[in-house]
């Protein structure tokens, strides 16, 4: 395609995401079709000769737009924050229509150098002391399988270039919050560290924290079974209910016994952003990995995870090649990003932070995160005054957890009735919300912080959620 | 930023982004700074107050533009092509502008139905028989540790749910020819073998492409001492001299000894699109995975990694996750890519193969990778018949590796030699080529592909490098 081809497409692009992005409150939430709805209506065979563009955007709108759940819908309460605020939309095309290449410094000093100035600039917003250094990884998945990889080497004085992992006496073992995100989870196993090797400790019932208590008793029993306690994933602002591990405490048990602290903020991260919620984050500059998604609440579009260590050198050490198709003579003296991760090749992901600060500004992303704190307060205390709801579990951020319970509705019931209403809700799409387990029991989660939810569409939220509960009455 | 802000300043940008594509030939190809260069441009503070667009743009000019090495210039033959076509830079702006969110098949039914299709489509171009299903990872390295991490979880009876690989009784290797790429060998590690249990099996040294021998060798050796093969990584098309491991004769070692086998064809995957070349491949259908890139050679811009498995059960079981909070009354019916890699959230990257099939048509592909061998082929006569030039690897496909040999000069003498010329050409921005070592030893690779390079510019490149080589005699 021509660049001459590619404006005339480029504007009609561009109209054509900007009416989306006008009219996507009127759209259903929840994607209305069936599996295999959209797969159906794909031709079965590849494109033989080239169609004009007209063409594949009238096929985008019929075929693609029916089959997108609409995060970005002001109704939208599910899961977390998904927000692509258009501002880094414009960055995320600057970096595609670039069309550069991240495999070395070389390759694009500009991709690594605006890296380190945006990580920075982030680092410094979040209140973190200069001791972090950052880099941008797709996912908080990724950015905690790094972490534990970085810690398992560590521990296992960096079995990588001789037995590998496969090869230690005693084995290493890996603690987390009974609440930690299915990511951790994963991340350990991927590491190699065994299920049988991942303790998933008690969370205190009341905050759904984790218990200090408990974690210094499993580091205990390992110790005293002769296996080496390697890595603490600390999460402040679990998945379940937003529950923040008390960090001073799982640091000082870490750096007792010498683990890595692997702090996963991968939603709540963006509250550092506002110093009334700062407090929640006491204790991080004692961590050695940090890991905070901007393209959730604040916004920055996937993939942009930020991940921040305070000791690159061990990092590259773990991550480094140096192939000599790719040695420069600038090398020594620049940042290589492919040893701060997995992937070798890599987008020039900081545009997305860069334009969204700079077109937004910090002040208009901190004003907004205070707006959707205070719809989750407002709801929190609807809920909690209304009859035969309950929120079940206290509300830090902007996720409300709560449930409603008729009278003599218990158990397996009550679960029943929880997922009946809810989906009452989602298949109706005017709002959406997703929901998870306590206790073995269900509850629906309102996560509150598409950047276009004003407190009406709260208030419209609560009116839907009662009318679909309490009908089943 | 509103719609309509977006409207204005995204017609700003495609504006840019033509006239900057138009232009790329006008640039030097290697970017003309020094380390730290771009970093002390960039405000040492966060931005405080929103600044227009067009300052930003302003900036992404007189900042950034200079830091780009130019992959899309005409006369760049470095590393591997890394293509971005401006199709596909549509569907990733569409992607952009979508704002969606890939975590379940709830979360964007499209997003998982489309790469379904989109992955199938690129099967029947690469002649892949049916048997395969595939999905779309960011780069080569993540799909090789992914496919490493299957083969170990496999070869350990799923220690990952036990005791992890650190609780083995006997070790498992992983064999590779020593021109593997680099991702490998750190899939290998970080996937905790260990560097004492990676076989980097001579390649033959007239080919450079494995040597089957070696590899029966090897694993012969490994099962008299007690250990484990668990995979063989073939790489077809190395990245030092674009070499093919003989993939039939692999595939019988491997399946004699229960080993997974995981096709490494990063960049050479592309030449499946045409018949002429498809026998390289002859014997892909006995292998387990699959990795290959259309992003480099073909252009669907980073991070576009097609990774195909046979057995989507077996690798859906080591990467599975399934929390309450991403339940949903579909599961079971439907896809859930998370299950197929190592993130969780991802992007609707199918969207920019999508277009750039539609727009551009696989048969213009196809007769542009016809260009790029038939101008290599050029190439490599020139440079056969030139006095004191050698191509000193056989050419398979888009690349020449070559070396300028004065009479006299040998040995670290030559190497200084070859790096010298090499500086020089890099330096004036005339063009960019990358070095690699064979035997030690320094040669050049000339790396041909870029969508606009065409046989002027191979010719220019041509007298460029004698001129340059041959001055310093």
Known sequence: MTPEAFRSAGHALID???DYRAQVADRPVRAQVAPGDIRRQMAATPPDAPIAFDELLTALERVVVPGVTQVQHPMHFGWFPSNAALSAVLGDIACSGLGTLGISWESCPALTEVEEAVCDWMRQLAGLSDAWQGTIHDTASTACLTSLLVARERRSEYSEFAGGLQMLDRPLTVYAS??????????????????DNLRLVASDP????????ALEQAIEADLAAGRVPAAVVASLGTTGVTAFDPLPDIVRIAQRHDCWTHVDAAMAGSAMLLPECRPLFDGIEGADAISWNPHKWIGTILDTSL???????TLNRVMSTNPSYLQSAEDGDVTQYR???IPLG??????????????DGPEAIRARLRRDLDNARWLEREVAQATHWRVVAPRTLQTVCIRHEPPGIAGEDLDRHTLAW???VNRSGRAFLSPAQLDGRWFVRVSIGVESTTRAHVERLWRILRDSAEEAQ
């Open 307 to 313: 991940f921040y260590v305070r000791d690159p050198l």
């Open 206 to 213: 009341a905050t759904r924290a984790l218990s200090p208590d």
């Open 346 to 359: 890599r987008r020039f992901r900081a545009l997305k932070l860069w334009f969204q600060l700079a077109l």
């Open 16 to 18: 054509w995401i900007a």
């Open 178 to 195: 009974d609440q930690a995100h299915s990511s951790v989870v994963k991340a350990a196993l991927l590491a190699g560290f065994g299920h």
């Open 339 to 341: 040893d701060w991760g």
């Open 422 to 424: 809810l989906r009452r």
